[in-house]
C-alpha cells in the first residue's frame, strides 16, 4: 500500500514536490546516504503525534497528514544547511523529538521534511560543582533521567511520557513533571541552550545561572514548538539523588478543602515534590478500596530531599491538610500511585468501540480555580454523547494550579469522530477562558488550540507573528502551529 491510498486529515495547502530526487540528492549530500528516506514504511511512522484522536483515524484508516522526506542529521551543521536549502526551495520543515506530542506539535501537516532528532542522544557532560547536565536535545527522557540517577543526581523532571519523549520535545512545549511542584517545570530547569535559527543561524546561548544582560531572548525558544528555531543542545540543573521520601496521603469532603489545605501548604514557602488531587469520580476510579476516601477527593503528596527538610515539610503538610477536613490514608495510595504513574491503557482500549477519549490541561490562579472546575464539568455534561468528564490537579503554584480534564463520549451518527473532538476541545476550553483560566497549562498549543491563540493572548499574538516573520520570513519551520498559518510556500 502506498501512502497517496491513505485518506488524509489535514491536506489543505500542501507543499508540492515538483522534483523529489532532486531535493532527496540534496539531502543525501547534507546528511549522508543512510539518513534520508521517502520510502512509504517510514513516511508512515511519521504521519501524527500522540494525540488521542490519531488513534480514531488509524481504526478508519486515515492518516493525519503525509511528510514526504525524513532526514536524520547527527550535527548542528547539517541542520544548519538543511535549514538553509529549506529557504531556497521553500520546503516545510517539522522538527521531531519522539512523537509523544498530543496537540499536533510534530504532524507535518503541509508535507515537507521530517528532521528526526533521534541521533542527538548524547550527554555532553554532568558538572557537580555547578550541578548541571549538558546533553543533545534528541536524547531520551528517561535514558538521561538513569544516567543521572546512577552517579547520584536527578534533574527531577519526571513527565508521565519520560519513556517516549525527548529533552528537545520538553522544552519545546513547555512541559512539566510528576514532581515539578519541588524541581519547577522544564523553563525553570534549563539553564542554557544551543539553537539553529529557521534561516540556519546559529546561536550558543550562555549557561549561567542569571545575567542582567537585556531581555532573555533563550525563553524564546522554550515553548516554540519547533516553530522558532531548534534546539540542539540544552543545560538542565540537577540535584543529588534525595536523601528521605516520605508518601503521605489524605482524602477530602470537598474539591474546595483540598484546594485550601495546599495553598496554605504552598504559602509557607513548602514544596512538597508531588503533590495531586483526585476529583471524587477519579478517587473512585484509582482507589476504590481504600475505606477512608470512599466518597472523597484523594490527595497524594510526596515529600523528599533532605532528612530535616523533608520532616518539616511532612509536618505542615500534615497540619494544614488536618485543618481543612483531610482524614489520613496512610502511604498506600501513595505508593499505588508510584506503581502506576506510566500506565495509561485505559486511552488506547476506547477508540475501537468508536469513543472519542481525550485529556486538556488547562491553568489557573486560585481565585478562579474552582470555578473552573465545576464550570467545565457543567457545560461538558451537558454536551449529547457524553460519557465521562472528571479531573485531577498535579501541578500546583503559591498562586494557583493546572487542572487536567479527561473526558469521553460519542459521537451522533451525523458527525463524524473529529468533529465531536472539536465540540468536545471548544467546550472545555471556551468554559476555561469564560472562567478566567489559560487554555493550557503544560501540553502546548501544536494545532488542536491554535484557534484559541487569539482569546488567549489578544493583540499579543500580532507581536508574535512579527516575530516569526523576522525569524522565518519564508515560513519553513512548522508552519501552521500555535496560532493558524498557512502554509503559502513557493517553487521548488
Ligand atoms: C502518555 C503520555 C503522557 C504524557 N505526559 C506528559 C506529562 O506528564 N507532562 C508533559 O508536559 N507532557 C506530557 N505528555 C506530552 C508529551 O510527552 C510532551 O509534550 C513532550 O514534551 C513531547 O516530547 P517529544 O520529544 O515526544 O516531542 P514531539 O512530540 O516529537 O514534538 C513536540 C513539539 O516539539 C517540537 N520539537 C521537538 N524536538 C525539537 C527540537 N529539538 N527543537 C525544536 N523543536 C522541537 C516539534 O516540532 C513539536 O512541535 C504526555 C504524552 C503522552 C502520550
Given amino acids: 500500500m502506498e501512502l497517496e491510498d491513505f485518506e488524509l486529515i489535514y491536506k489543505e495547502n500542501r507543499w508540492e514536490c515538483k522534483d523529489k530526487k532532486k531535493i532527496e540528492d540534496k539531502l543525501r549530500k547534507i546528511v549522508g546516504e543512510n539518513n534520508v528516506s521517502s520510502k512509504t514504511i517510514d513516511l508512515l511512522a511519521y504521519t501524527k503525534d500522540a494525540a488521542l484522536i490519531g488513534m480514531n483515524w488509524t481504526i478508519q484508516g486515515t492518516i493525519a497528514a503525509k511528510p514526504d522526506f525524513i532526514i536524520w542529521p547527527d550535527t548542528i551543521e547539517q541542520i544548519s544547511d538543511i535549514l538553509k536549502l529549506s529557504n531556497q ?4 520543515v517539522t522538527p521531531y523529538g519522539e ?3 498530543v496537540v499536533g506539535g510534530a504532524v507535518p501537516i503541509y508535507g515537507g521534511i521530517i528532521i528526526d ?14 550541578l548541571t547536565v549538558t546533553a543533545q536535545t534528541g536524547i531520551n527522557g528517561m535514558n538521561l533521567e538513569r544516567t543521572l540517577n546512577s552517579k547520584g543526581y536527578t534533574a527531577g523532571h519526571i513527565p508521565q511520557s519520560i519513556y517516549i519523549s525527548s529533552l528537545g520535545g520538553w522544552i519545546s512545549h513547555r512541559a512539566a513533571g510528576q514532581f515539578s511542584t519541588k524541581y519547577g517545570k522544564i523553563e525553570d530547569i534549563v539553564l542554557g541552550m544551543e539553537v539553529v535559527l529557521p534561516q540556519g543561524e546559529i546561536i550558543d546561548f550562555k549557561t549561567i545561572p542569571r545575567a542582567s544582560t537585556g531581555p532573555q531572548l533563550d525563553k524564546l525558544f522554550i515553548g516554540g514548538e519547533g516553530t522558532l528555531g531548534i534546539i540542539t543542545k540544552a543545560t538542565l540543573k540537577i540535584w543529588p539523588f534525595p536523601e528521605k521520601r516520605t508518601l503521605i496521603s489524605y482524602a477530602f469532603n470537598s474539591m474546595e478543602d483540598s484546594f485550601e489545605a495546599i495553598r496554605q501548604i504552598l504559602r509557607e514557602n513548602i514544596y512538597p515534590a508531588v503533590i495531586r488531587i483526585y476529583d471524587h469520580f477519579e478517587t473512585m476510579r484509582h482507589f476504590p478500596d481504600i475505606e477512608n476516601a470512599k466518597d472523597k477527593v484523594m490527595v497524594i503528596f510526596v515529600c523528599e530531599g533532605n532528612k530535616k527538610l523533608v520532616d518539616l515539610e511532612e509536618s505542615i503538610t500534615r497540619e494544614k491538610s488536618e485543618k481543612n477536613s483531610g482524614i489520613d490514608c496512610g502511604e498506600h495510595p501513595v505508593e499505588h500511585w508510584f506503581e502506576t504513574r506510566f500506565r495509561v491503557t485505559e486511552t488506547s482500549a476506547m477508540p475501537p468501540y468508536k469513543i472519542v477519549f481525550d ?12 470555578n473552573i472546575y465545576h464550570s467545565v464539568l457543567e457545560s461538558f455534561k451537558k454536551l449529547q454523547g457524553v460519557i465521562m468528564i472528571t479531573a485531577h490537579i498535579s501541578h500546583f503554584y503559591p498562586n494557583g494550579v493546572g487542572i487536567y480534564f479527561s473526558f469521553g463520549g460519542t459521537p451522533s451518527k451525523e458527525e463524524t469522530d473529529f468533529e465531536y473532538y472539536q465540540k468536545c476541545w471548544n467546550t472545555v476550553i471556551k468554559a476555561t477562558l469564560d472562567a478566567g ?5 503544560h501540553h502546548g498549543i501544536g494545532i488542536n488550540r ?7 493572548w489578544g493583540d499579543g499574538l500580532n507581536t508574535l507573528k512579527e516575530i516569526k516573520k523576522l525569524l522565518d520570513p519564508n515560513n519553513i519551520l512548522n508552519p501552521g502551529k500555535i496560532y493558524i498559518d498557512t502554509w503559502k510556500g513557493g517553487e521548488n
Avoid: C
Avoid at 485529556?359 to 489557573?364: H, L, P
Avoid at 491554535?450 to 488567549?456: A, C, F, I, R, T
Fill in 117 to 130: 532528532m533521534k541521533k542527538f542522544n548524547k550527554i555532553l557532560e554532568i558538572n557537580d560543582k555547578n
Fill in 99 to 101: 512523537g509523544s506530542g
Fill in 437 to 441: 483560566g489559560s487554555i493550557a497549562h
Fill in 89 to 92: 526551495e521553500k520546503i516545510p
Fill in 359 to 370: 485529556t486538556i490541561e488547562v491553568a489557573s490562579l486560585w481565585e478562579n480555580a474552582a
Fill in 450 to 456: 491554535s484557534h484559541w491563540m487569539e482569546g488567549e
